[in-house]
């Protein structure tokens, strides 16, 4: 394979740093090309005694797009890699810009990571000294070794480009002048050709600020970004820029399971999402029944996976078989309902380029007339190039990072059955064994000690879990309800109102606990205080784009439904009417309001005769 270096040469200074970097990392083969820029006497002189560059002359200042084809013309290699002389290159640059080129083959072109640089490729560095980019550059060919990033946008300092991508889009566009635009102009050529861009997060090079090319005019600069933005606006009907950052594609998407005994559900989940997916990888770790049949109606790629407890291995194991752009999870008692799955078609034919990972909603559990009444937000759709992995033995999550687009695509969970001693026996099998749970797994052991009414455990693992300093503040909340309801259970109300209290120390209140106090009082017979908690609840706005469990009813219906029967215990009969018509717009059907309407008819209040916010009811 030959590599063509071209390096466009315009201080000398920065050039003899640049040629010495070059030589010292640079593995062969490869040719060296510099294009002196004006031609220059002190580069011209310098480039005599350079016997390993090829050396070229402007007679007048040509610039990035005239410089980078005048070397072009002469190159002889595969590859072409255009650089400024202001760049410091590391070891091993060219063999992870290559190898990154490899493994992209649908790449047009590939950029490195640097400091001081606009864009994706800017890394929040210092780097000064040769020392620090060593260290740098080192660090990071380690941790990112292979590793890349699909981009819309590189940058002309440093870039490696096939030879006959190059040809295919004509080069870079000579309108652009001396510099800016040059390089948005060639990506947006490249994309709208159906090439790719990548960045080599395994490479980084050290950017060093040039001096001004007219140190006599220090206004230059600006005025040539903005006539060559104009140029590009009026070339192309739009600022390329920021088309750039904002452009969609259609992406393919891996659907990645993990599944065991789930014959009564995986023909369901399949066929709501098997026409909408690339590939679909099922991963089985130990059906005993027709799990693996019904699989393979629908793929050839369904593997074996050994169960060790823990459903993270697992779903990382489904993620590393995967092969296409973007990976979907979903368990086999979820299904995408037809208009979710409208949805997603939408989102997968037009999908902005930088999204790392797409949220969507989970809807847990509804009620009788289909409205939802439990769901939280998951990661659920990722980048697969990011390499995201899942971490926890049981209650599992994705870290992710980076652009994380909102959705408001649901993921429906009808569960058939269930192991419900399952993730406690896991639990309470590495307890036994010493093992020192993570702050979340103490919230996550907790919760399962709760749910199999063991109240006096499931509260030593919540006070445990509310003692650590890197728990997530949606969990600590949730936790205070939690402990709520088993010191209710164990009949110790104060303990119970107090635990809902503390709640609020670590955020706004919730609807959810508010309703707890509002009940616990009701207890009591306490009225007018479970008014004030039911108020509070009803007059609270939803949180949106958050990760934590909603319980919509509390957020909706319920605090009305509540304040309904405060308001007549006390013997305010049309506010007890007035709320209860207002539980009626979110559940005009539900048996408990259509009884209270009848009641209240029955004593003679009139639906609409309390005015409740400025509204008549």
């Known amino acids: 394979m030959q590599v063509s270096i071209i390096i466009l040469a315009q201080h000398l200074r920065l050039l003899k740093s640049c040629l010495a970097s070059i030589e010292l990392f640079t593995e062969a083969p490869y040719e060296l090309i510099v294009i002196n820029d004006g031609g220059g006497e002190e580069i011209s002189s310098y480039l005599t005694l350079h016997k390993k560059a090829r050396s070229f002359s402007s007679k007048e200042r040509i610039g990035v797009s005239g410089g980078y084809n005048l070397g072009a013309s002469f190159a002889a290699g595969e590859y072409l890699v255009f650089m400024r002389d202001h760049m410091i290159v590391s070891e091993e640059w060219l063999s992870s810009l290559t190898g990154c080129a490899r493994q992209h083959p649908q790449a047009a072109m590939i950029g490195p990571v640097s400091n001081d640089v606009s864009g994706p490729q800017r890394l929040p560095v210092i780097c000064t000294e040769m020392e620090q980019l060593d260290h740098i550059a080192r660090s990071f060919a380690l941790s990112k070794a292979g590793q890349a990033k699909t981009t819309t946008r590189l940058l002309s300092h440093l870039l ?12 870079f566009d000579e309108q652009f002048g001396l510099e800016c635009y040059e390089d948005d102009d060639l990506c947006y050529r490249a994309l709208q050709a159906g090439y790719s861009l990548q960045i080599a997060l395994d490479c980084f090079v050290r950017y060093i600020q040039p001096p001004p090319l007219f140190p006599e005019s220090p206004g230059w600069y600006n005025a040539q970004l903005i006539a060559n933005k104009e140029k590009a606006r009026r070339k192309w009907g739009l600022d390329i820029t920021s088309a ?20 009564a559900t995986l023909e369901r989940c399949l066929d709501s999402v098997s026409g909408l997916v690339d590939e679909i990888i099922i991963v089985d770790t130990g059906s005993t029944d027709r799990t693996r049949e019904i699989a393979l109606r629908y793929t050839d790629k369904v593997a074996d996976f050994t169960w060790v407890n823990d459903f993270a291995k697992a779903r990382n194991y489904a993620f590393s078989l995967a092969t296409q752009d973007y990976l979907l999870w979903m368990d086999a008692d979820d299904i995408l309902l037809p208009a979710d799955a409208e949805k997603f078609s939408t989102l997968k034919s037009a999908l902005e380029w930088d999204t790392d990972a797409v949220s969507m909603n989970y809807n847990l559990a509804f009620d009788e007339h289909g409205n939802v009444t439990s769901s939280l937000t998951r990661n659920r759709l990722v980048k697969r190039e990011n390499g995201f992995r899942w971490i926890g033995i049981v209650h599992e999550y994705l870290e992710v990072s980076g652009k994380v687009r909102s959705s408001d695509i649901s993921i429906t969970h009808g569960r058939v059955h269930g192991n ?12 036994a064994a010493g093992e020192i749970f993570s702050t979340r797994d103490l919230f996550y052991f907790a919760n399962e000690l709760r749910e199999h009414k063991q109240w006096d455990k499931a509260i030593s693992f919540y006070e445990m879990f509310l003692q650590q300093v890197d728990s997530w503040i949606e969990d600590r909340i949730n936790a205070c309800g939690s402990l709520s309801d088993c010191y209710r259970e164990l009949g110790n109300e104060q303990q119970a109102k107090a635990k809902a209290l503390q709640s609020f120390s ?3 209140p919730r609807a959810e606990n508010c309703c707890r106090l509002g009940s616990l009082y009701m207890l009591e017979n306490d009225f007018s205080k479970a008014i004030f908690w039911y108020k509070m609840a009803s007059e609270l706005t939803k949180p ?12 909706s219906w319920l605090p009305h439904l509540q304040l309904c029967v405060c308001y007549d215990r006390i013997g305010q009969y049309e506010r007890a009417s007035a709320h209860n018509e207002m539980a009626a717009e979110h559940i005009p059907f539900d048996s408990k ?3 209270n309407r009848a009641y209240f008819t029955g004593l003679g209040v009139a639906k609409q005769t309390y005015t409740l916010g400025g509204t008549t009811r």
């Open 593 to 595: 309001v259509l009884a």
């Open 420 to 431: 419900s001693d399952r993730n406690l026996n896991i639990y309470e099998s590495r307890h």
């Open 544 to 555: 949106l784009d958050n990760y934590a469990i909603l319980q919509h009813a509390c957020w």
């Open 244 to 263: 750039l950052y904002e452009m969609k594609r259609s992406v393919t998407v891996s659907l990645c399971m993990i599944v065991k005994n789930e014959e």
């Open 160 to 171: 490696l480009m096939r030879r006959d991508a190059f040809g295919q889009l004509g080069g």
């Open 506 to 508: 670590y955020d706004l």
